[in-house]
Nanobody, 123 residues
Framework: QVQLVESGGGLVQTGDSLRLSCAAS????????MAWFRQAPGKEREFVAS????????SYADSVKGRFTISRANAEMTVYLHLNSLKPEDTAVYYC????????????????WGQGTQVTVSS
């Protein structure tokens, strides 16, 4: 079992930055590829970024490429999402997810989800 707790969300203005954290407990984080998803009001949850279990490779949605960066600190059991140049369309609940394995597979469901943290970007 892995428990995931997100933090770091808040209300910011267009162009601001935030750092989201996902603290894991339970099994060692280095067994899992990790990802961030988001869900805006009235929309389906969408993939944002993923990172391999050792942090050697990352993948991003086109909508956030060049603005968001995913990173991880396995010794600290924490995964981060750095959000820069925020736009109103980035407003959503951001979720952390874990998937057992080396790299994230879009064809498999995550094994664990966090509860989410709200990010609101005002124009």
């Amino acid at each position: 079992q892995v428990q995931l707790v997100e933090s770091g969300g808040g209300l910011v203005q267009t162009g601001d930055s935030l750092r989201l954290s996902c603290a894991a407990s339970g099994r060692t984080l280095s067994l899992y590829a990790m990802a961030w998803f988001r869900q805006a009001p009235g929309k389906e949850r969408e993939f944002v970024a993923s990172i391999s279990r050792r942090g050697g490779s990352a993948s991003y949605a086109d909508s956030v490429k060049g603005r968001f960066t995913i990173s991880r600190a396995n010794a600290e059991m924490t995964v981060y999402l750095h959000l820069n140049s925020l736009k109103p369309e980035d407003t959503a609940v951001y979720y952390c997810a874990a998937q057992y394995g080396s790299v994230w597979s879009q064809s498999r469901e995550p094994d664990y989800w966090g509860q989410g943290t709200q990010v609101t970007v005002s124009s």
